[in-house]
């Protein structure tokens, strides 16, 4: 029989631990110290280099666009004879048949100086090339009006010259407005000049 006094409490097992409580609060927060975070600094300079490539490869484009081939050139001096009220028609521009391009003309600009006040049209001439002529047909497949026309090799431009009166003119080397793919551009073509004698009829 014991004393009335407490029983001594029991003292734990060797071995356990007693179970921990859960933190409270911020201390339930993760610990993201070993995480590592981006670098804003690294982010800009990425952000950077990609900036600067797409300048460079705009800069490149617009560089490609505006600046195609040159288109031939030639020192010859055409001389070509006519009558006045016969158009004459004058060969400019020979495409070479190997050219390996296809050009989308928005126009040709003519620049004539003369005595008299005459007509100078450029005009496509299709799978043909003139030298002087007044008969073109015999030349050219199709004679038409160059604005919105491709030119591809074995075409050729010439000028119609048409006179009231006797004329003396002087036709300089053409230049084409063109397009091709993404390219565009004014260029000089052709023969150097024509110069172009209109008689009177007698």
């Given amino acids: 029989m014991t004393d009335g006094g407490t029983a001594p409490s029991a003292a734990p097992a060797p071995g356990r631990r007693r179970a921990e409580r859960p933190p409270r609060g911020r201390d339930r927060e993760?610990?993201?110290?070993?995480?590592?975070?981006?670098s804003f600094q690294s982010r800009g300079w990425r952000i950077a280099a990609l900036v600067v490539a797409l300048g460079l490869l705009l800069t490149w484009l617009v560089w490609y666009a505006?600046?195609?081939?040159?288109l031939p050139v030639s020192a010859k001096v055409v001389n070509a004879k006519g009558v006045v009220g016969t158009p004459l028609y004058v060969g400019m521009?020979?495409?070479?048949a190997d050219l390996d391009r296809t050009l989308r003309i928005s126009g040709v600009r003519v620049h004539t100086t003369s005595d008299v006040k005459l007509k100078v049209t450029p005009l496509l001439c299709r799978r043909g090339t003139i030298g002087v002529t007044t008969q073109p047909d015999q030349f050219c497949a199709d004679l038409v009006n160059p604005e919105g026309e491709r030119l591809v090799g074995g075409d050729s431009i010439?000028?119609?010259?048409?006179?009231?009166d006797a004329a003396l003119a002087v036709i300089d080397r053409i230049r084409i407005a063109y397009r091709e793919d993404i390219r565009w551009d004014t260029q000089p073509a052709g023969n150097?000049?024509?110069?172009?004698?209109?008689?009177?009829?007698?």
């Fill in 158 to 164: 010439v000028v119609r010259v048409e006179a009231d």
């Fill in 66 to 70: 505006l600046t195609p081939e040159r």
């Fill in 93 to 96: 521009f020979a495409a070479p």
């Fill in 192 to 202: 150097r000049q024509a110069i172009v004698t209109v008689a009177g009829r007698p």
């Fill in 30 to 38: 993760l610990d993201t110290s070993g995480v590592p975070r981006p």
